[in-house]
């Protein structure tokens, strides 16, 4: 089974600076996709980028990019210019290629903005 | 709008009840998802279903019942048998005819409370 794993369960960061998201996972499937979620104290999921492991260029959505080393099992996320808004929860999610529909999620990173 | 409504916002049980948790989308997605959330936790799939009259179970089925008579719509009812519902509960849907039809899109979510 694939599991998810986001050692930092907090971290902050000052408006403006940037700041970086760890998540590593466990598969054996070659075929996968990746993504980050935020959910802001309103608790609704909400995409921010989403990754394909057969892809080897990283993804980027504005001021946010990800990390991706497939060998490594790495996925991190940089948020770049941090600004009040960002301040959520992080999620790190697998989905397989195929078989099962369902993500896998990652038990969260809650990120502070400092002003 | 389009979108995923759930209903109700918060919702109270009494010991022994069933209840049914909403989850509506108009965004003509093919597949639909519920979660459980527990607190300090990420999100774990309860069930999914593909296509209208079929649904499968995710990993935390047991105490909880779907059905999919409508595309459009993928009620949770969580029975007398789930001893510990309280959590926040989360809907999710996706397209399979996208190019990122891996990505599910999830609604405002239900928080459920034991009395």
């Known amino acids: 089974a694939q599991t998810v794993t986001q050692s930092q369960p907090e971290m902050s960061v000052q408006e403006a600076e940037t700041v970086t998201l760890s998540c590593t996972y466990d598969t054996s499937e070659s075929d996968y996709y990746l993504f980050w979620y935020k959910q802001p104290p309103s608790r609704q999921m909400i995409l921010v980028i989403r990754q394909e492991a057969y892809k080897q260029q990283n993804a980027t959505e504005n001021r946010f990019s990800v990390n991706f080393q497939k060998a490594a099992k790495s996925f991190s996320l940089k948020i770049s210019d941090s600004q009040l808004g960002d301040a959520a929860m992080y999620f790190c999610a697998y989905r397989s290629a195929g078989g099962a529909q369902k993500l896998v999620f990652g038990q969260g990173t809650r990120l502070t903005i400092n002003p | 709008d389009g979108g995923i409504t759930q209903s109700p916002k918060y919702l109270f049980r009494k010991e022994g009840q069933n209840v049914t948790l909403s989850c509506e989308q108009n965004l003509n997605h093919d597949a639909m998802y519920w979660y459980r959330q527990d607190p300090g936790q990420g999100l774990r799939l309860i069930y999914y279903s593909q296509i209208v009259n079929d649904f499968q179970k995710g990993d935390i089925a047991e105490g909880y019942s779907v059905s999919r008579e409508k595309k459009e719509s993928f009620p949770l009812t969580v029975t007398s048998a789930q001893k510990n519902p309280t959590a926040f509960y989360l809907c999710?849907?996706?397209?399979?005819?996208?190019?990122?039809?891996?990505?599910?899109?999830f609604g405002p979510g239900t928080r459920l409370l034991v009395l």
């Open positions: 999710a849907s996706s397209i399979f005819a996208s190019p990122t039809r891996e990505t599910q899109y």
